[in-house]
């Protein structure tokens, strides 16, 4: 089973910028998508972000379009989002995930969370 540790998060002012990374540990994202989730207070889990197995293909949910960015290093287990012009929308605990398909699917959902981490964008 595979093991998410989310870093990276932090205060900022709107308009700043962030980069999130995600380890795994004890196996391989392997040929899987990769996921960004948030989760703001009194909200449900929000998908953010995927990236199929290649990398080649993207989804973005609409909010954060032409502001944020997916990848992964599939050589080194690592995936990250990096999040330009942020907002106060943007507050929340953020969490990656590894989904059990090669490519992306936006109605994935999952039952376990790690413990994210924070990022809060004051006005």
């Known amino acids: 089973q595979v093991q998410l540790v989310e870093s990276g998060g932090g205060l900022v002012q709107a308009g700043g910028s962030l980069r999130l990374s995600c380890a795994a540990s004890g196996r391989s994202f392997g040929a899987y998508a990769v996921y960004w989730f948030r989760k703001a207070p009194g909200k449900e889990h929000e998908l953010v972000a995927g990236?199929?197995?290649?990398?080649?293909?993207?989804y973005y949910a609409d909010p954060v379009k032409g502001r944020f960015t997916i990848s992964r290093d599939n050589v080194m287990n690592m995936a990250y989002l990096t999040m330009n012009n942020l907002k106060p929308e943007d507050t929340a605990v953020y969490y990656c995930?590894?989904?059990?398909?090669?490519?992306?699917?936006?109605?994935?959902?999952?039952?376990?969370w790690g413990q994210g981490t924070q990022v809060t964008v004051s006005s």
């Open positions: 990236t199929a197995y290649t990398g080649g293909y993207t």
């Open positions: 995930q590894v989904g059990n398909t090669w490519y992306v699917e936006p109605r994935s959902t999952f039952d376990s």
